[in-house]
């Protein structure tokens, strides 16, 4: 039997890993053989599960086969944890990315879903395959379960906050585009985390017409069990709401929905009064110098090196500026220069050398 894959989406920093952890250490708990996805470069989503170690990613292992022009394994990127007290063990994969600023995370997204497609991870003997995904992205490679349905279900994780709602509305708004044309994923429902009581994302999922999954109030000794590499759901209260959310998922008990998500007005509306009022364009004056000040300012100050070069130029004795600019500008030879200034060329060549002696002391000094 194909393997159960759910993907979970939410704005960076709102708990989308300890959450998908959790729900992991849950299925676990259950008897179910879970595999826990990361899906961010950060390769963080699987640090709690393991004890705090940092696992191994596709897209390292991958280029690293690649120069040797071995193929990858699927124990150079799959790995097992047996967890103290649950006798199911868990597995772990680290998609990764690159390192900040040398290349594109939605492309090491899609090409370390390629490597797994070709190693059949869609048909290994495994329960669920949780996807821990960062929502607040718009790049195409972060949508791959979406457009290339390779996520059944979809959870959006949110808090109270406009910005993390703001990031849900997204993402639904994203696999309601892609179900029109052909995506399969549905969306189940929305989890609050750190619900603060305030209502505010109650107020959006009704709007929007999202189920809401889990509300999980913020709890300070489940941070703690998180930040020492444990599971929150040891905590009975904790555990208690996890193991319904698991349980409602494993017998399909929920209603997938049908929300496309709110367009951006209707959004903003939820959090207060906006006005009607279009927005004011700058003028043009208000912006660009009077053009007479920045002929001055452009003849004063100059823009880059070269143009400073030539402005120190002009500074130049004149027969010094003038050798200057024939051999250096003109490229004309000493013997040329010689010739047509009726010169000697050591003359010549010392007028060249006092030049480019008094250039430098003119650049550096401006």
Same mark, same amino acid.
């Given at each position: 039997?194909?393997?159960?894959?759910?993907?979970?989406?939410?704005?960076?920093?709102?708990?989308?890993?300890?959450?998908?952890?959790?729900?992991?250490?849950?299925?676990?708990?259950?008897?179910?053989?879970?595999?826990?996805?990361?899906?961010?470069?950060?390769?963080?989503?699987?640090?709690?599960?393991?004890?705090?170690?940092?696992?191994?990613?596709?897209?390292?292992?991958?280029?690293?086969?690649?120069?040797?022009?071995?193929?990858?394994?699927?124990?150079?990127?799959?790995?097992?944890? $047996?967890?103290? *007290?649950?006798?199911?063990?868990?597995?772990? @994969?680290? !998609?990764?990315?690159?390192?900040?600023?040398?290349? =594109? #995370?939605?492309?090491?997204?899609?090409?370390?879903?390629?490597?797994? $497609?070709?190693? *059949?991870?869609?048909?290994?003997?495994?329960? @669920?395959? !949780?996807?821990?995904?960062?929502?607040?992205?718009? =790049? #195409?490679?972060?949508?791959?379960?979406?457009?290339?349905?390779?996520? $059944?279900?979809?959870?959006?994780?949110?808090?109270?906050?406009?910005?993390?709602?703001?990031?849900?509305?997204?993402?639904?708004?994203?696999?309601?585009?892609?179900?029109?044309?052909?995506?399969?994923?549905?969306?189940?429902?929305?989890?609050?985390?750190?619900?603060?009581?305030?209502?505010?994302?109650?107020?959006?999922?009704?709007?929007?017409?999202?189920?809401?999954?889990?509300?999980?109030?913020?709890?300070?000794?489940?941070?703690?069990?998180?930040?020492?590499?444990?599971?929150?759901?040891?905590?009975?209260?904790?555990?208690?709401?996890?193991?319904?959310?698991?349980?409602?998922?494993?017998?399909?008990?929920?209603?997938?929905?049908?929300?496309?998500?709110?367009?951006?007005?209707?959004?903003?509306?939820?959090?207060?009064?906006?006005?009607?009022?279009?927005?004011?364009?700058?003028?043009?004056?208000?912006?660009?110098?009077?053009?007479?000040?920045?002929?001055?300012?452009?003849?004063?100050?100059?823009?880059?090196?070269?143009?400073?070069?030539?402005?120190?130029?002009?500074?130049?004795?004149?027969?010094?500026?003038?050798?200057?600019?024939?051999?250096?500008?003109?490229?004309?030879?000493?013997?040329?220069?010689?010739?047509?200034?009726?010169?000697?060329?050591?003359?010549?060549?010392?007028?060249?050398?006092?030049?480019?002696?008094?250039?430098?002391?003119?650049?550096?000094?401006?």
């Amino acid at each position: 039997m194909k393997p159960r894959t759910i993907a979970i989406y939410g704005k960076g920093g709102i708990g989308k890993s300890f959450t998908t952890t959790n729900l992991s250490a849950t299925f676990a708990m259950m008897g179910k053989k879970v595999l826990q996805l990361g899906c961010d470069p950060k390769h963080d989503s699987t640090t709690s599960l393991f004890g705090g170690i940092s696992l191994p990613t596709v897209t390292e292992v991958f280029a690293e086969k690649n120069a040797n022009n071995l193929p990858v394994e699927i124990s150079d990127i799959v790995f097992r944890k $047996e967890i103290p *007290g649950i006798d199911q063990p868990v597995y772990g @994969i680290e !998609l990764g990315g690159p390192q900040v600023g040398r290349g =594109c #995370g939605g492309r090491g997204i899609i090409s370390g879903f390629d490597v797994l $497609e070709k190693l *059949g991870m869609f048909s290994w003997d495994i329960d @669920i395959i !949780l996807m821990d995904f960062l929502g607040d992205v718009v =790049c #195409g490679g972060f949508a791959t379960p979406l457009a290339r349905s390779l996520s $059944e279900e979809v959870i959006l994780l949110t808090t109270n906050d406009r910005q993390s709602i703001f990031t849900a509305n997204n993402i639904c708004q994203a696999n309601n585009y892609f179900k029109t044309v052909g995506g399969q994923s549905k969306l189940l429902g929305l989890i609050i985390n750190r619900d603060d009581g305030s209502g505010i994302a109650e107020k959006y999922a009704r709007a929007a017409g999202i189920n809401i999954l889990m509300q999980l109030p913020y709890n300070p000794a489940a941070r703690d069990r998180d930040d020492s590499f444990d599971f929150a759901v040891r905590i009975p209260e904790i555990g208690e709401k996890f193991t319904k959310l698991a349980t409602d998922i494993l017998e399909r008990r929920i209603e997938p929905c049908s929300a496309a998500g709110l367009d951006f007005q209707d959004f903003v509306r939820l959090f207060g009064d906006v006005s009607d009022e279009l927005p004011v364009p700058a003028r043009a004056e208000e912006l660009i110098q009077d053009s007479r000040k920045q002929q001055r300012h452009t003849r004063s100050v100059p823009r880059n090196d070269n143009e400073q070069l030539l402005a120190c130029v002009d500074k130049l004795p004149a027969d010094e500026r003038e050798i200057y600019v024939m051999m250096e500008v003109e490229k004309k030879s000493v013997a040329e220069t010689a010739a047509l200034k009726d010169m000697d060329e050591s003359s010549v060549s010392g007028l060249l050398r006092n030049a480019r002696k008094n250039l430098k002391k003119l650049f550096f000094a401006s």
